[in-house]
């Protein structure tokens, strides 16, 4: 196999968990070759503005293999974010040398702030893209032409693909991967490096317990996180007022106050969401599955997964599940 060829610009003032996040992806993806070795499903090289050694916002000091000029043919380009490309005289080099080579890609992914190199090409006019929640607002005043989400991890449009920052670059890559090679080599590299498989593109930038936990500064703060935390648990409104030392009436008031719902509502949706993590990656009976997220019946969870999602939970692990062998299954916890 010859492994794909994908390129990573690197330039002053750039984000380093952009680049090493996705590069550290790309590079742990393998599939099994000629006399049962494991073969690289990808060949990853740096590119930059000039052969100068750069440093990123964090100081971390980064040699580029290529320069623009002498980049060879890739087959993706990922374009990391960070204050340098958000600045017009970086972003409008990158945008010329992704404008004179975008016959030659197959597909274009920017990362967090990265999509502001690629918007002053003119190539995203009219696409949906998305960034980090915080420079949204920016983005779309700076390139009105798009249409711009601030809500989603990731976004496909076309041959280009858009994410939030930092850890979206690593959910964007494995979404890659498995494209390119399938379910199984996506979940080898999740599991190396030890984050959720497929965290679905249009899942919200942050979790509902970080959400919540900025939201509330007192006493409630750190209730949602502990109902994720122990869903197979008794998460009756009287076993959390008395965690949070309220009497059941205050403590639902105030935890709908703090965070716009139900407790009720709040829980079923953090299990349902964990279900789907979990039949999404584990081969174990939907009993099983269930039981581990808190639903004392199995009857009671089929419906609730239809309900809220629009599909069995049966459809939904032949759907999105990833096959793999009983010796490699590994108990939901």
């Known amino acids: 196999m010859n492994p794909k060829r994908i390129g990573f610009l690197v330039y002053p003032a750039m984000q380093a968990l952009d680049l090493a996040g996705p590069m550290d992806a790309f590079a742990a993806a393998t599939i099994e070759g000629v006399g049962g070795r494991l073969a690289r499903c990808y060949e990853l090289v740096t590119i930059g503005l000039d052969a100068k ?14 320069t623009l000029r002498g980049a060879p043919r890739l087959d993706t380009l990922v374009i990391p974010g960070g204050a340098g490309m958000r600045d017009p005289t970086t972003s409008a080099i990158v945008a010329a040398w992704i404008t004179r080579r975008a016959r030659q890609l197959r597909r274009v992914a920017a990362v967090c702030t990265g999509v502001y190199g690629l918007a002053a090409s003119g190539l995203l006019d009219g696409r949906c893209v998305a960034t980090h929640w915080r420079f949204a607002r920016d983005l779309a ?3 009105p032409a798009l249409k711009v989400d601030a809500g989603p991890l990731f976004v496909k449009d076309g041959a280009f693909y858009t994410s939030a920052g930092i850890t979206a670059g690593i959910d964007l890559s494995l979404a890659l991967i498995e494209e390119d090679f399938g379910p199984s080599v996506a979940l080898s590299v999740a599991r190396e490096l030890v984050v959720y498989l497929k965290r679905p593109g249009g899942q919200a930038q942050y979790s509902e317990p970080l959400q919540f936990q900025t939201q509330s500064a007192d006493r409630m703060a750190d209730i949602a996180s502990w109902i994720v ?3 197979h648990k008794d998460l009756s409104v009287e076993m959390l007022a008395t965690r949070a030392r309220l009497c059941p009436r205050q403590f639902t008031r105030r935890f709908k106050h703090a965070f716009g719902t139900t407790p009720a509502a709040f829980i079923e949706s953090a299990r349902i969401d964990e279900a789907r993590r979990r039949l999404a990656g584990y081969h174990g009976s939907l009993e099983r599955v269930a039981s581990s997220v808190g639903f004392r019946s199995d009857d009671v969870f089929r419906r609730t997964f239809e309900r809220r999602l629009g599909i069995t939970p049966s459809a939904y692990r032949t759907r999105f599940g990833t096959r793999q062998s009983n010796s490699d299954a590994q108990t939901p916890s």
Do not use: T
Request: aromatic residues 10%.
């Open 229 to 231: 935390a122990n869903l």
């Open 141 to 143: 005043q700076r390139f």
């Open 53 to 66: 050694v750069v440093a990123a916002e964090s100081g971390l000091c980064i040699k580029p293999q290529f």
